[in-house]
């Protein structure tokens, strides 16, 4: 059986209440075993039939309270015809799992419309909110684990989730910059380093932090290797000169490995986005 409850956003309160729209109908039709799951990475770019997932989710600090309790329906009072035009996100509920679609003001519409019973009826101004196709995230509570597309569309829901989408902070940014193996020309400094590169500065100090030192003298020649239409590098400093954001950004990418030769026809690529296989 399937419940739908709504967040409310109350006025004056830190926590919006819960209420209950309908039940006993399919709002959302996902069979959740035929989903293609990757586990969440901000530098994966998702194929169309695969979503996103994070494990022992309750585990996590931005997990909702509702998702820690059991969910029983009594619990919740119907929603009033005043709340209708607040709410936040919508809640579908079907045994173990919970499906979320985040409310925006686009969804919401008032017009004259046909409606088709057994018989004709012409509502006038009648206020209707319109439900995805697909959830914004779906959370398996047997499993544990939250499913979604779109990291940016469910952070209002989770609030915290977006600390996985980190972006490298002035500091962490200036600090790169100063590796050994940098050398900045060109005037090129932390404030002209782009929002997309500070968000790969943040993973590739992640990186840094666990390579070995042998490590990170092959990482060096292996980007010297793809790179030397793209980056200067000189042999005697052991530095990539960095004077542009195109060239921090493949240096970058050389750091997480990106680059790969095909092994039937040996062309050099890069990849886009990457998937641990085992």
Not at 158 to 176: P, R, S, W
Not at 227 to 237: A, M, Q, V
Not at 248 to 271: H, S
Request: with cysteine; net charge negative; glycine share 2%.
């Amino acid at each position: 059986m399937m419940q739908l409850i709504a967040k409310v956003k109350v006025k004056g309160k830190k926590q919006a209440a819960f209420s209950k729209l309908i039940s006993d109908k399919n709002i959302y039709v996902v069979d959740t075993k035929d989903l293609q799951l990757v586990p969440y990475a901000p530098d994966h770019n998702l194929d169309e039939d695969t979503w996103f997932k994070i494990d022992n989710f309750s585990q996590q600090p931005f997990c909702i309270e509702l998702l820690k309790k059991a969910f029983v329906s009594s619990e919740y009072n119907d929603i009033s015809s005043g709340d209708f035009g607040k709410i936040d996100y919508l809640c579908a509920v079907e045994g173990s799992y919970y499906y979320f679609q985040k409310i925006t003001p686009s969804l919401y519409a008032t017009r004259n419309s046909l409606s088709f019973g057994e018989k004709v009826q012409l509502e006038k101004n009648s206020k209707r909110l319109f439900i995805q196709t697909l959830p914004d995230a779906i959370y398996d509570k047997a499993e544990d684990v939250l499913v979604f597309k779109n990291l940016v569309a469910i952070s209002s829901i989770f609030k915290g989730i977006d600390q996985l989408y980190k972006e490298a902070t002035n500091e962490e940014v200036t600090l790169f910059l100063q590796q050994p193996f940098i050398e900045l020309a060109n005037d090129y400094v932390c404030s002209k380093v782009s929002k997309p590169n500070r968000k790969r500065v943040a993973l590739a100090m992640n990186t840094l932090a666990s390579m070995p030192t042998d490590i990170k003298v092959k990482m060096i020649a292996y980007i010297s290797d793809y790179c030397t239409d793209k980056l200067t590098y000189d042999d005697e400093s052991n530095k990539f000169n960095i004077s542009t954001d195109e060239e921090l950004k493949y240096l970058l990418y050389g750091i997480e490995q990106r680059f790969y030769t095909t092994v039937l026809d040996d062309e050099k690529r890069l990849a886009n986005s990457i998937q641990i296989l085992a």
